[in-house]
């Protein structure tokens, strides 16, 4: 079956350009920051952890409330190109199958190589079987729920008694007060990465 | 709750520092995977999930939406 999601791979149009190009120096910053941060961040011996007040709290939430539409937008511009050259994959393989004369199971074949939007849907419905991906997804979906499970039980008991403990809380205040442009831009690049995930344009043959 | 807080750790600022960056940065770096060989991409998988799934999508929205709040906002005494 190989490479059963690829699309319409050589087909190059501007937003699929701009997008790999988007996503390419999105990374390349972001890993850079992970370099920042771990040779070149320099905390302040004192800092406040109290609830930001005023402008800086104002806008570092503008900024996330910002990112998280931006990061929606972004989708809504990249998505029909997108959706359009895996459409016309799909139709090409369509118009093959039958000549073809494909039986049941290579229908079935058929299916989970053709376009990755509709093999998804058929996936989800349960029209194409495939346990190990499930698997795969179900686990990472557990770890990564247990890991914030982790990470708020630390959090309600530093807070419970926050002169033995810093609560993440104070970490993050800590940071935005001292770098309230840096916690800004992390907070609108979350917010971003969030808008872009789980706000994703509607499919527009809905 | 008490007032006094101990010490700062640097250390820790940094951590959380880093994991932030990093999740953002493991999401990207897929996400341009997945661009550079038109597979479909990160959103449109999960959006697919989140059909299944609303309110599980609905409550993940939720808890990273009360976190900034949490952490960023805060109420004019």
Redesign the interface.
């Known amino acids: 079956m190989g490479s059963s999601l690829a699309t319409s791979g050589p087909d190059w149009d501007s937003s699929r350009i701009a997008r790999v190009a988007a996503l390419g120096v999105a990374s390349l910053l972001l890993i850079g920051l992970i370099g920042w941060a771990l040779f070149a961040l320099r905390v302040p011996a004192t800092c406040s952890y109290s609830a930001l007040q005023g402008f800086t709290s104002f806008w570092i939430v503008s900024a996330a409330v910002a990112g998280f539409i931006g990061g929606h937008l972004l989708g809504r511009w990249f998505e029909p190109a997108r959706e359009q050259r895996a459409f016309a994959a799909f139709a090409a393989r369509a118009t093959l199958a039958p000549d073809a004369g494909a039986s049941e199971a290579e229908t079935l074949a058929w299916q989970t190589g053709g376009d990755a939007t509709l093999q998804q849907e058929l996936f989800f419905t349960g029209q194409v079987r495939q346990p190990r991906r499930a698997l795969v997804v179900q686990a990472t979906v557990v770890v990564l729920l247990a890991l914030v499970t982790l990470l708020l039980v630390y959090e309600t008991i530093a807070l419970s008694a926050t002169n033995l403990n810093w609560p993440i809380t104070y970490y993050v205040r800590c940071f935005a007060s001292s770098k309230p442009l840096a916690a800004g831009i992390g907070a609108a690049a979350f917010c971003f990465l969030l808008g872009h995930l789980i706000w994703y344009p509607e499919d527009r043959r809905d | ?2 007032d ?3 010490p ?3 250390i ?3 951590l ?3 994991v ?6 493991s ?3 897929l ?2 995977y997945l ?18 799934y609303p309110g599980f ?1 609905a409550a ?2 939720l ?2 939406g009360a976190m ?7 109420i ?1 005494e």
């Not at chain 2, 932030?20 to 940065?25: E, T």
């Not at chain 2, 959103?43 to 299944?52: D, H, K, N, P, V």
């Not at chain 2, 900034?68 to 805060?74: A, E, K, N, T, Y």
């Open positions: 709750m008490t006094q807080a101990p700062i750790n640097p820790a600022v940094q959380v520092c880093i932030v960056l990093a999740i953002l940065a999401a990207a770096v996400d341009f661009a550079l060989t038109d597979r479909p991409p990160l959103g449109l998988r999960i959006r697919t999930w989140g059909r299944r999508l993940v929205a808890v990273f900034v709040g949490h952490f960023f906002l805060s004019p």
